[in-house]
């Protein structure tokens, strides 16, 4: 199985998840990236089985129109019953790495006002501790120095990420060399810098199942 079929069977399985949940009345949360993907084209032939999605970026809402899903704000859809997304890494408690894509911010505020998250990966994003991957920060472009030199205090190699501009036209420093023993004090302890928007620990509000691709078939992780 290559890492796109793995992909696509947890994108499948996550809709045997979802479809009980679906009704006329239903919004549900839907992030970014290649394996969400995956599970927005699972979606179109349930297209008109629920009320619509709230996107976590630009693209997947394109994306969830092009299949005819109707796409919400969120302002207007309240709590939602379920938020389906990617990672770039997790651990074993179900704290994320995630934001390669660079939708991190929208994310993490789908995933915040959604009662069940389910991540959906293949099996090379599982890690026993968070930071091989680089940890992706959204900031205020002003503040970009300012936030990468504190970076730097906290122990990681801030990387510029060339030429992205986020949905909410900031940028990304991608901090590489981190080991990450404390999820949760990381995660606070960038947010608190002035400047940061958001950074791609999901800690706070982990994942709440991961499904796991493997050559031998889906893990469910709970
Ligand atoms: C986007 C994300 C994605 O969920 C993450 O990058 C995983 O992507 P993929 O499913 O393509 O491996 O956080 O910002």
Redesign the pocket.
């Known amino acids: 199985m290559t890492a796109d079929e793995m992909?696509k069977a947890v994108a499948m399985a996550a809709l045997d998840l979802v479809k009980p949940m679906l009704a006329a009345d239903v919004v549900i949360g839907i992030?970014?990236?290649?394996?969400?993907?995956h599970f927005i084209d699972a979606l179109k032939p349930y297209a008109n089985d629920f009320l619509g999605a709230v996107a976590?970026?630009d693209a997947s809402a394109q994306r969830l129109k092009a299949n005819g899903v109707d796409v919400l704000e969120l302002n207007s859809a309240g709590t939602l019953p379920v938020y389906v997304?990617?990672?770039?890494e997790f651990d074993p408690r179900f704290n994320l790495i995630?934001?390669?894509?660079?939708?991190?911010t929208r994310?993490k505020i789908v995933a915040q006002a959604s009662q069940q998250f389910i991540c959906?990966?293949?099996g090379s994003?599982q890690v026993p501790v968070l930071g091989n991957f680089p940890l992706?920060v959204e900031v205020i472009p002003m503040a970009r120095s300012l936030v990468a030199r504190e970076l730097v205090k906290l122990g990681g190699d801030p990387v510029y990420r060339e030429g992205v501009i986020t949905d909410n036209g900031n940028v990304i420093l991608d901090v590489h060399n981190l080991s990450i023993t404390d999820p949760k004090g990381l995660e606070a302890a960038i947010n608190n810098l002035p400047g940061v928007v958001c950074n791609?620990l999901f800690a706070l509000r982990g994942a709440d199942v991961v499904l796991m691709g493997t050559p031998d078939g889906v893990q469910s992780l709970s």
Request: charged share 25%; hydrophobic share 25%.
């Open positions: 992909k992030g970014t990236g290649s394996t969400a993907n976590s970026s997304d990617g990672a770039d995630k934001g390669g894509g660079a939708a991190l994310e959906i990966v293949d994003k992706p791609g």
